[in-house]
């Protein structure tokens, strides 16, 4: 711990000294002017090839030149950060001016351009908002903007997108992953990845693998069985490998089955290089994330960061004799082979702060924040009619007076302090907001305490909203965030603070900020509306607000369930040095134990309504490589224009093994006005319904009767229809 802090505190300073163990010169580290040696051979492979966005053939002959020139020495440099701190503003490793090789620079991460650049970045709404987006294109955009503001402060490896499946809501860094699911999960990934290299930046995926628990990170020992590992936790890794093309993966700092993610051959090299055919490199996650020197370089690991410590070690069991040169040149192709696919020898690192925090960047982390808000609850007014409308949205014209209350109402809560921390110029908090966008004749009213002026401030206004939820104290990274969270329930004094209001204002309205579920069930029918905000980023508040007064028609949906209480959920052990990790979590886990959540995966509440009618398949029967594609009619019976989120949800009641009682499959989404209905196409891959035979070491399309649903979340399944694989 204190050793992360000096390091925190000397990368946040910029121009602070970090030894340079770059050996490029020097004694050892120069050109060894007498030595011939000859490179094995290297054939450039089809995965080299798809690898590589330039001349592959070319690059594999260059880095064989290379392998031939550079020292023993200088390759072990190249296999390391330069420093245990940033120089520069980015994490540096990889470099070699004697043979000019310009190395990798490396920036977090999933909501932005990191703070540890000493640069203001826009700061995007969480991983997990964005997640609720349902919507991979406006991701994409979002993994290209991130790209181009990292590559603005002088860095060409962006540490993200964690792609780790949110096993439970107490995990620390929930808000940096995109939800539960593997299909939701492995999509978002996707499309982030690809808007981030279309920019010219390496993505690097993290963190592999089974990596959802912070307060024992270093040492935890995930136990998971092969099936589990295979369909629960790889399979957005893969996707990241085989469809995004990823440049880096970054190896995860806890244990699976028994070996640390940097030391496991398992993860590393049998399953990620040999089965999914990576071509990139893989670094370690920071400061104690490698645990051997030999071992991890054998495992597959080829970059230890921030700094050599475990792999200076390389050169001495490289002059012993336990480890070759061709081992070394291996992990050295595949570091060289990322800088020059990139073309990273061919461009200047420049410092161009007006692409950082642009016009076009803001404008798209609102739009982002007004596509991620959730609305959970909508009703009528305490005492109203029930024919009335619902308290939502409201109506500048009809109310003249808002308070606005509770612990997140006027801070500036853009997510974690950790590692994936952003500095944004200026937040616009929710208060903000809500008074920029409230016109002149609404008077918003900030009460802090509720003394006997505030009550009855709150008793006489039109509507009161209680912005509440998680703050970075409660929730974050390890050691150098909040960690994980003690609870999943809201704070108590909140909670106290709500029933207050809701004793003397008949239209309450509770926006909830946090990273993941926060319970609400003993809380949430004394309210008249219910929204989840995430952490909403830079233009947050104004995002809120805009779905508060209607002129955004929500239609974030939960990349997650919210349970009724804690209980409901696997136990999260965040003390024991070995936890076990089993098939089930999520909506998965509640569906098998047939237990309601508050509110299911994929829900959310719209302005309008969407109704659902005549699904039909393209065929009845499909071969086990084919597509199957869904058409449903989505109607709009609402009075206002919204986006529905079309989700296609998939039961094999004829598995030999027993499968979750549905798994998304697929998903689209639809814009549509008043009356107005679309047919909506999902195509649902068969062999995403395979599953894992641990005997027969592979997955397995079964040829069985299945069943496709479809509806607007995992538990509001409108229309249905089965199908066969043959
Ligand atoms: C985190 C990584 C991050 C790295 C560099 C580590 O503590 O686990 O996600 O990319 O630091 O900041």
Known sequence: MRFWIGVLACALVIGCDGPSPAMDGGPDGGADGGRVYEPEPFEPTAATLAYCPRDGAAVEARITALLAELTPAEKIALLSGSASAVIDGVWEASVN????????????????LSA????????????SMRGASWDPALERRVGAAMARELRSAGADVLLAPTINILRHPR?????????????????????????????????????YAANSIENTRHEVDVVIDERTLREIYLPHFRRAVEDARVASVMSAYNQVNGAYCDLSRHLLTDILRDEWQFAGFVESDWIWGTHGSVESLRAGLDIEMPAADQFRRLRRALAEGDVTEAEIDSSVRRVLRAQFCYGLDEREREDVPSVRESTEHLALALEVARRGVVLLENRVADGAPTDAPPVLPLDR????????????????NIGDEGSSRVSPTDVVTALEGLRMRAGAELTVTHVTTLDDE?????AEADAVIVVTGLLAADEGEGDIGAGDRSTLALDPSEVALIREVTAVSPRVIVVLEGGAAITVSDWADEVEALLFAFYPGQRGGLAIADVLFGD?????????????????????????????????????HLQREGVAPRYPFGHGLSYARFAYSGLSLSASRIGPED?????????????????????AYVRAPGSRVERAPRDLRAFAQVELGPGETQTVALAIDARDLA????????????????????????????????????
Do not use: C
């Open 97 to 112: 001016t004697r043979l000019g090789i310009p190395g990798l620079h490396m920036l977090d991460g999933p909501r932005g």
């Open 116 to 127: 540890f650049s000493g640069k203001r970045g826009t700061a995007f709404p969480v991983a």
């Open 171 to 207: 995990w620390g860094r929930a808000q940096e992953t995109y939800g539960e699911d593997v299909h939701h999960l492995g999509t978002m990934g996707v499309a982030f990845i690809e808007g981030v290299q279309s920019e010219g930046v390496l993505a690097s995926v993290k963190h």
């Open 397 to 412: 014209a009809s109310i003249s007076r808002l308070v606005v209350l509770g612990r997140a109402a006027d801070v500036e």
């Open 454 to 458: 505030a009550r009855a401030a709150v």
């Open 552 to 588: 955004v028609n929500p239609s974030g949906r939960l990349p997650f369930s919210v349970p009724n209480a804690e209980a409901d959920l696997p136990p999260f052990d965040n003390v024991s040095a070995t936890v076990i990790y089993d098939y089930w979590h999520g909506y998965r």
């Open 627 to 647: 597509d199957l594609i869904v058409r449903v009619d989505v109607t709009n019976v609402g009075d206002v224009r919204g986006i529905e989120t079309v989700q």
């Open 691 to 726: 599953f894992y035979d641990v005997e027969a070491g592979a997955f397995v399309v079964e040829h069985t009767s299945y069943e496709v649903e479809v509806g607007a979340s995992a538990e509001d399944l409108r229309v249905s229809a089965p199908f066969a694989v043959e």
